[in-house]
């Protein structure tokens, strides 16, 4: 005998709004990576999203709005599945190779999108107290965890202070992804990343201890070398 089909239970009214919500976000992303964000029209978001286009305008303010929204999913996302990605790698240096790959390929495929809604914000003044501050604040927490971690293990360099190292880290990267996105057809995403991550590694990963065969003549060598270069 057969089972009688439970009919599906029906959205709530909220499940209903989250829903026509994320359609035109949705929209809004595919229509301003195709035209651009100056070139984008509601009405063509509307179209896409399967709505009326007063109805895009009761979700969202105005296009800057939607622009914001787009920008908070894609970083929304962007932390997640940096979160998500270092979990199973068992080193530092496998974490950060991680995590400047995933940063590259994803900027790289959204440089459009993130150079049109961040640089308002990056531009202000008043730069800590906005909405891109808290978002790019929240992804790069991911990092800074991996080097307190880092750190913790005998990996991470103590006399290089964390925010130089982030810095230096995502403001390599980001130039790297603006490179893939100017020159597609001479760059290359993997050799990009590991060239990147060679130098990137010798400025914030603790150098292996070098086996003494010489009576500590190398040492010696390295001494006098600093010596030489501190009264350049």
């Known amino acids: 005998m057969n089972k009688a089909v439970r009919p599906s239970r029906p959205q709530t009214r909220r ?3 989250e829903e026509k919500e994320q359609a035109i976000i949705a929209a809004a992303r595919a229509v301003f990576g ?3 964000f100056d070139k984008a029209k509601i009405a063509e978001i509307a179209k896409r999203a399967g709505v009326a286009e007063g109805t895009v305008y009761l979700y969202f303010e105005n296009k800057n709005a939607l ?10 996302r962007l932390t997640h599945d940096a979160a998500e990605g270092i979990k199973s790698l068992p080193d530092t240096k496998s974490r950060l190779a991680f995590l400047a790959r995933h940063h590259v390929e994803r ?9 049109t809604a961040m640089m308002p914000f990056k531009a202000s003044d008043e730069y800590r107290q906005t909405e891109g501050y808290q978002l790019n604040r929240t992804y790069v927490e991911v ?3 991996v080097i307190r971690d880092g750190i913790n293990r ?19 990267l980001e130039y790297g992804a603006r490179t893939l996105r100017m020159r597609p057809d001479r760059a290359d995403l993997d ?7 060679q130098i990137l590694s010798v400025g914030m990963l603790v150098k ?13 060598v390295l001494d006098r070398l600093e010596k030489i270069a501190t009264r350049l």
Do not use: C, H
């Open 15 to 17: 499940q209903r709004v």
């Open 191 to 197: 050799e990009t990343v590991d060239q990147m991550m």
């Open 107 to 115: 900027v790289a495929a959204e440089w459009p999108m993130l150079s």
């Open 67 to 76: 622009l914001l929204a787009v920008a908070t999913e894609f970083y929304d």
């Open 34 to 36: 195709k035209n651009g």
């Open 143 to 145: 990092f800074d965890q």
């Open 154 to 172: 005998g990996d991470i360099r103590t006399d290089v202070p964390l925010s130089v190292m982030r810095d230096i880290f995502y403001g390599g």
């Open 208 to 220: 292996p201890a070098a086996v003494d065969t010489d009576g500590g003549a190398a040492d010696a």
